[in-house]
């Protein structure tokens, strides 16, 4: 059986990622924007193998928990 990758709108992943990285809003080196893209990235990919896009609309405070969570796994 095919299982497709569950993806959430591309909009939507540009938004988190970018959130995420941006979230201090304060300038930052360009090797540290690049690392802390990769460890966004990395979290967002953990969380959306756990909480659906539906999920994410249901619940946002339960997708925020679980992503805070695959930052610190991911850094």
């Given at each position: 059986m095919f299982l497709e990758?569950?993806?959430?709108?591309?909009?939507?992943?540009y938004e988190l990622i970018d959130s995420c990285v941006n979230s201090s809003n304060r300038a930052m080196s360009y090797s540290r924007y690049t690392d802390k893209t990769q460890i966004c990235i990395c979290a967002l990919n953990?969380?959306?193998?756990?909480?659906?896009?539906?999920q994410l609309k249901k619940?946002?405070?339960?997708?925020?928990?679980?992503?805070?969570?695959?930052?610190?796994?991911c850094s």
């Open positions: 990758e569950q993806r959430y709108p591309l909009e939507v992943e953990q969380t959306m193998e756990n909480i659906s896009y539906k619940s946002e405070s339960e997708f925020l928990t679980h992503f805070r969570n695959s930052v610190k796994n």
